[in-house]
Nanobody, 123 residues
Framework: QVNLVESGGGLVQAGGTLRLSCAAS????????MAWFRQAPGKEREFVAG???????DYTDSVKGRFTISRDNAKNTVDLQMNFLKPEDTALYYC?????????????????WGQGTQVTVSA
């Protein structure tokens, strides 16, 4: 079983920057894809960005050009660099792992989740 722990959330003004990190432990980092999801109050959890084992990436349209996902398989970490943050980016951000080799947007395909880290962007 893999355990995922997120860190790096916080409060930032619009236009600011945050970097989220996800550390995996409990078993060797698999060859599956990893992803970041987010959930704002009153809204469904949504896919933000995903990355394959060999660093192929995919992003939801609203974050393209602003967010960058990366992973270090040797360190068992996945990061999300968030630039030019907007108030609508405010949400609880989750790291997740899937056994799929490709990035999947459907959260039902992810077998492991972190506890989430809060990102709040003020106007």
């Amino acid at each position: 079983q893999v355990n995922l722990v997120e860190s790096g959330g916080g409060l930032v003004q619009a236009g600011g920057t945050l970097r989220l990190s996800c550390a995996a432990s409990g078993r060797p980092f698999s060859s599956g894809a990893m992803a970041w999801f987010r959930q704002a109050p009153g809204k469904e959890r949504e896919f933000v960005a995903g990355i394959t084992w060999n660093s192929g990436t995919d992003y939801t349209d609203s974050v393209k050009g602003r967010f960058t996902i990366s992973r270090d398989n040797a360190k068992n970490t996945v990061d999300l660099q968030m630039n030019f943050l907007k108030p609508e980016d405010t949400a609880l951000y989750y790291c997740a792992a899937t056994r799929s080799f490709i990035v999947i947007w459907n959260s039902a395909n992810y077998y492991a989740w972190g506890q989430g880290t809060q990102v709040t962007v003020s106007a």
